[in-house]
């Protein structure tokens, strides 16, 4: 299944994109779809501690727009979003 | 009555006049206009500008949210209320919120405008990127989002 991650604030700064994209090979929930984010980013930016935390930190959101939990179940390709930390205002 | 907007500063301009006309058409004695602008100093670090970045869609729930919410916490149900967020970088001084309440008497109005703006500030989907007079920058930590408010 491919998953596209849309970023958002702090997280922007995962990739030059808007977006970084996963192809997961099973079913899974968000709390394991976190691990896959934070692997990535582990390989990919050497164990950059503040970037692992930010997604530690962060919630993730539907493609309709809803915050959805750690059990929510990944069952198809979709965007999914995230949502860092917030201080705006 | 609410008028809720994301302003891509890019494309469009965040106006007070915009928000003195909604309140005017509105029928209510007391009005507040809050306006939330790019001050200087933050964590003693000299302030040029911020980027705000937001997810729209998120955004604008929380905000239909919230004005719900003054009608069935607050008990507020006459009211007008406008609220538009940039998006997009603004430099130091400028507009990056408005938030104009109309209601029947005062007291409501600062109990209505005060709500808002602390509520915003604790569950809608906006970050800010400082830009600093040393040309650094850096996205400001925040606070995880308080998810069952969504």
């Not at chain 1, 997961?24 to 050497?46: H, S, T």
């Not at chain 1, 750690?70 to 390709?77: A, E, L, N």
């Not at chain 2, 998006?87 to 938030?99: A, F, H, Q, R």
Request: aromatic letters at 10%; charged letters at 35%.
């Amino acid at each position: 299944m491919k998953i596209k991650l849309e970023l958002f604030g702090a997280s922007r700064d995962f990739s030059n994109k808007e977006f970084l994209e996963f192809n997961i090979k099973q079913k899974m929930e968000i709390k394991d779809f976190r691990k896959e984010v934070i692997n990535y980013l582990d390989k990919n930016f050497k164990g950059n501690e503040n970037f692992i935390k930010i997604v530690k930190n962060s919630v993730f959101c539907s493609e309709d727009n809803n915050i959805i939990n750690d059990d929510f179940k990944i069952i198809k390709d979709q965007k999914i979003g995230i949502i860092p930390p917030i201080g705006g205002g | 009555m609410l008028h809720t907007k994301i302003i891509d500063i890019e494309k469009d301009k965040i106006k007070t006049s915009i928000a003195e006309a909604f309140i005017k058409s509105s029928s209510y004695g007391a009005s507040i206009i809050f306006n939330g602008t790019v001050r200087n100093i933050n964590e003693n670090k000299e302030v040029v500008g911020i980027t705000y970045d937001s997810h729209d869609e998120l955004v604008l729930k929380s905000f239909d949210e919230i004005y719900k919410e003054t009608t069935e916490k607050l008990k507020i149900m006459e009211k007008a209320v406008f609220i538009e967020h940039i998006k997009g970088y603004v430099g130091l001084g400028e507009t990056s919120i408005i938030i104009a309440v109309a209601c029947k008497h005062r007291d409501e109005a600062y109990v209505l405008s005060r709500y808002i703006i602390e509520e915003i500030k604790k569950r809608s989907p906006i970050w800010k990127k400082e830009h600093y007079k040393n040309e650094q920058s850096e996205w400001l930590k925040g606070n995880p989002i308080q998810h069952e408010k969504i």
